[in-house]
Every structure is written in structure tokens, then in C-alpha cells.
């Protein structure tokens, strides 16, 4: 990292990833106001995933082996399966930014999976003093009155965001031991193809296909939103983050774990007239400073991913730092 690149590319980068990443959430929203959720999330990740792997390929990656497609297929279930099919589910429910803000709550995971981990990697003091003030976060933003279902989220959409950060946290540590083809492109290509045929199976399952993904019977707004996610959130956000990650401090590059949800706050109440509440204001600030307290306080590497985007391949000497959004 001597060799540092031009400060306007850095800036640049940065802002596509924390602006882009953050603004995954409210584009799901529009996304799946006419277009069922799981096949919306299937038809973005198996374009975005064909677009990177035919790019790859055309580049001279190597075929993958079985290995590396059974290691991208695991760590594409955990993530887009699991991890953005979450938060598909949740916002029929869930406002756009208090989703990104339970989704931001994957530190909290990260440090127990790791403590639990081959590695029983333990956290420091800083880090479960983060832990404490992001559960006093999460009470103010679900409200106690949650649990006999007069809260402020509604609790099984708040359960299934955390499970799907869990599942998240999970496939991001797993893809640090995963056999995955060298190049980032083409393993980021393949988990995508991978996750986009489990959330299209899901959506057959659960009878999403009776709403159907016709064109015609799709708004502007959503097929708008879709081609958004695709370009922006899984190609354009996605490169400028994976560069990142080779010429910046990883701990540096996790800052998008807490600017993200601050970002879909915002900007669900500036365009989509959600209700930005002071409980909700204060809640945001709590569980920002606690993820700050927790990426600050890891002894190395970021928080893991934001619940809604793909992790790139480990680069060749040296783990991949893991991530949003996802969005």
C-alpha cells in the first residue's frame, strides 16, 4: 500500500460503495412493490452473476473446478440465500432503513461466530462494550412493546433480518476457508449465479410465480429499481469494493458497515415517505457507534458484509476482508 492511488479515485470509490451499497435498500423497496420478491432477487443475481463470469472468462480465468463451484454455491447460499433473501422477505414489512439498520447489526454476529470459530478468535474490550450498546440499540429501535406485538417493527420481520445476518456472517467467514477460483470476478460471478438459482427455486416454492415477473405486469418504478440493482448495486458498487480492498486498510474499507444504514435512513424518508421518528434517529445513532466500536476494536480484518451484496475471492496472499448491501 505504499504506492497510494489518486485521492479522487479513492474519494470516488468510496462514495460509490457507502451512496450505492446504502441506497440497495430503498431501490428493493420499488423493486418489489409490482415484482415478486425472490424472483426479483433470482433475475438480478443470475444477470449480474452471467455479466461477471462470461467478462471473467473472456479475460482468461481458468474453469473452475468442482471443488470451486460446490465452495461458490455454499458461500452463494449463506449470502444471497440466506442473507439477501432475508431482506427481500423483510421489507414487504419492514421500513427500508430500519431493515439496513437490523442488517448492521452483523458485527454483533461476526464477533460470537468468530469466538466460536476453528481460530476462538477473542473479542477485545472495545469490541464487546460495542456489543452492549448495539443490543440497547436494537430494544430502542424494535421497541419493547415488540414483544406483544404493539412495537415499532414488527418482531418476525425484525427475527428474520437477524437470522439473515447470521447467515451472512456465516457464508463471510466460510468463504475465508472456501476453495474459490482465483479471480475475483469469476467467484463473485459463480455465488451470484449460485444464490440467484436458490432464490428462484424459493420463489417457485413459495407460489411467487402465480404473481408472475412479465414484464407487463411489472411498473416502470420496479423495472427501474431491478436494473439498478443489477448494474449499481451488483456490478459497479461491487468493483469499486473489491479494488478497495487491495489498496486500502481492510479496517478502513469496513467503514461501509455503518454508513450504509445511515445512507437507506435517509434516503427511505427523503423518497419513499417513510417515518424517520426520533426513536428511530436515536436508535440509528446507537447501533452506528456500536458497529464503529466493533470495527474499531476487531484485532484485524472488517466486520464481514453488508447482508445484501456477494463477497469477492480471497485475494491470492491474503484473506478477503468481509462485508452492506445489500443490498
Known amino acids: 500500500m505504499s504506492d497510494r492511488p489518486p485521492r479522487g479515485r479513492l474519494v470516488a ?29 433470482a433475475a438480478r443475481f443470475l444477470t449480474a452473476g452471467a455479466i461477471l463470469v462470461a467478462w471473467a472468462m473472456a479475460r482468461g480465468a481458468p474453469r473452475p473446478t468442482p471443488a470451486q463451484v460446490k465452495g461458490a ?7 444471497l440465500l440466506g442473507g439477501n433473501g432475508a431482506v427481500l ?37 472495545r469490541t464487546l462494550v460495542g456489543v452492549l450498546i448495539g443490543i440497547v440499540g436494537m430494544v430502542v429501535l424494535i421497541g419493547p412493546g415488540a414483544l406483544v406485538g404493539d412495537g415499532n417493527v414488527p418482531i418476525v420481520g425484525a427475527i428474520v433480518l437477524l437470522l439473515g445476518s447470521l447467515s451472512w456472517g456465516i457464508g463471510s ?46 411498473s416502470a418504478a420496479s423495472l427501474l429499481a431491478l436494473a439498478y440493482l443489477v448494474v449499481f448495486g451488483s456490478l459497479v458498487a461491487y468493483s469499486a469494493f473489491s479494488w478497495l480492498l487491495r489498496v486500502e486498510p481492510p479496517s478502513r474499507v469496513a467503514t461501509y458497515a455503518y454508513v450504509n444504514p445511515v445512507v437507506a435512513v435517509f434516503l427511505g424518508w427523503a423518497f419513499a415517505g417513510e417515518a ?24 484485524q480484518g472488517p466486520p464481514g458484509g453488508a447482508a445484501s451484496e456477494p463477497v469477492p475471492a480471497p485475494a491470492p496472499r491474503a484473506r478477503a476482508a468481509r462485508r452492506s448491501r445489500v443490498a
Do not use: C, H, K, N
Open 13 to 41: 470509490a468510496y462514495a460509490t460503495v457507502y451512496l450505492v451499497w446504502g441506497s440497495t435498500y430503498l431501490a428493493i423497496l420499488y423493486a418489489i412493490e409490482t415484482l415478486p420478491p425472490f424472483l426479483m432477487g
Open 276 to 299: 424517520l421518528t426520533t426513536a428511530t434517529m436515536v436508535a440509528a445513532a446507537i447501533i452506528v457507534g456500536a458497529v464503529a466500536l466493533i470495527v474499531s476494536g476487531r484485532r
Open 73 to 79: 454455491a455454499i458461500v452463494g447460499g449463506f449470502l
Open 173 to 218: 467467514l466460510y468463504t475465508q476457508r472456501a476453495a474459490l477460483p482465483a479471480s475475483p470476478a469469476l467467484a463473485s460471478g459463480m455465488q451470484m449465479l449460485a444464490g440467484g438459482l436458490m432464490l428462484g427455486g424459493l420463489g417457485l416454492a413459495t407460489g411467487e410465480a402465480s404473481r408472475g415477473l412479465a414484464v407487463g405486469g411489472a
Open 89 to 125: 422477505w423483510a421489507e414487504q414489512r419492514v421500513p427500508s432503513g430500519i431493515t439496513a439498520l437490523l442488517v448492521a447489526i452483523l458485527p454483533l454476529w461476526m464477533v460470537i461466530l468468530e469466538r466460536l470459530g476453528p481460530d476462538r478468535r477473542r473479542p477485545t474490550r
